[in-house]
């Protein structure tokens, strides 16, 4: 598999990001548009795209905050048919290398909790850490979050700091359920939501950190 991977700045390439990312996501309403990411990309943003015989099969975004060092990635996006191979975590890694050439020291994003092949790339490949859980964070989506509420963990990562060690640690289960139940709202997938919801909030607000994911066991571990 071939796939080439470069930081998109002009507005003729940035241009495809919209379509592929509501071909991902499957909805349209809060797709980022060409000119808000060519604004944010003036200010301190980045745009990767990868490309495979010219046609686009992933994609990532983020934008400047409030502190300096910091870059907030606002999504990653990989074609059905280019994942499991890696793609995924090269494209969050040519991310951050061009923040690292860019003054960043660290990124961090969101994503669902319940997401565990997200979470397995986010905690354990690339060595995020969970630093705070927001309920119903984006309000609707729909699309392949369906109609369920979309509670969102934080994570962060450090790219020149190794995990932080932790004295203590507490496994939380994750009740089985399928990204096709959470995109068609299945019962299952609201029972899940809450009971991750009611698990991992209260031990983050009291300073507790997500460190790794079990995908197959379901389990997260915390640690402080």
């Known amino acids: 598999m071939t796939v080439e991977i470069r930081v998109l700045t002009d507005p003729d390439e940035l241009a495809a990001l919209p379509e592929f990312e509501g071909r991902i996501w499957g909805g349209e309403d809060d797709r980022v548009s060409v000119n808000m990411l060519v604004a944010t990309i003036s200010e301190g943003g980045v745009a990767v795209g990868a490309f495979a015989d010219g046609r686009i099969v992933g994609s990532a975004y983020g934008f400047a905050t409030r502190e300096p060092d910091v870059l907030h990635s606002h999504y990653l996006a990989v074609d059905p048919e280019y994942r499991a191979h890696g793609l995924g975590e090269r494209i969050k890694r040519?991310?951050?290398?061009?923040?690292?050439?860019?003054?960043?020291?660290?990124?961090?994003?969101?994503?669902?909790?319940?997401?565990?092949?997200?979470?397995?790339?986010?905690?354990?490949?690339?060595?995020?850490?969970?630093?705070?859980?927001?309920?119903?964070?984006?309000?609707?989506?729909?699309?392949?979050?369906?109609?369920?509420?979309?509670?969102?963990?934080?994570?962060?990562?450090?790219?020149?700091?190794?995990?932080?060690?932790?004295?203590?640690?507490?496994?939380?289960?994750?009740?089985?359920?399928?990204?096709?139940?959470?995109?068609?709202?299945?019962?299952?997938?609201?029972?899940?939501?809450?009971?991750?919801?009611?698990?991992?909030?209260?031990?983050?607000?009291?300073?507790?950190?997500?460190?790794?994911?079990?995908?197959?066991?379901?389990?997260?571990?915390?640690?402080?």
């Not at 300073?207 to 379901?218: I, M």
């Open 94 to 224: 040519e991310q951050a290398a061009w923040c690292a050439a860019n003054g960043y020291t660290s990124m961090r994003w969101t994503y669902d909790p319940l997401q565990l092949t997200n979470a397995h790339l986010n905690l354990n490949k690339l060595g995020a850490v969970g630093i705070d859980y927001h309920v119903n964070h984006y309000g609707a989506l729909g699309g392949i979050n369906g109609s369920l509420p979309s509670d969102r963990l934080t994570v962060q990562w450090y790219f020149a700091v190794p995990p932080p060690t932790f004295t203590e640690t507490f496994v939380l289960d994750v009740p089985p359920v399928s990204p096709e139940q959470i995109a068609a709202s299945d019962p299952a997938a609201l029972t899940a939501r809450l009971a991750v919801r009611d698990a991992m909030l209260p031990h983050v607000e009291e300073g507790w950190r997500v460190v790794g994911v079990d995908r197959h066991a379901r389990t997260y571990t915390l640690g402080r």
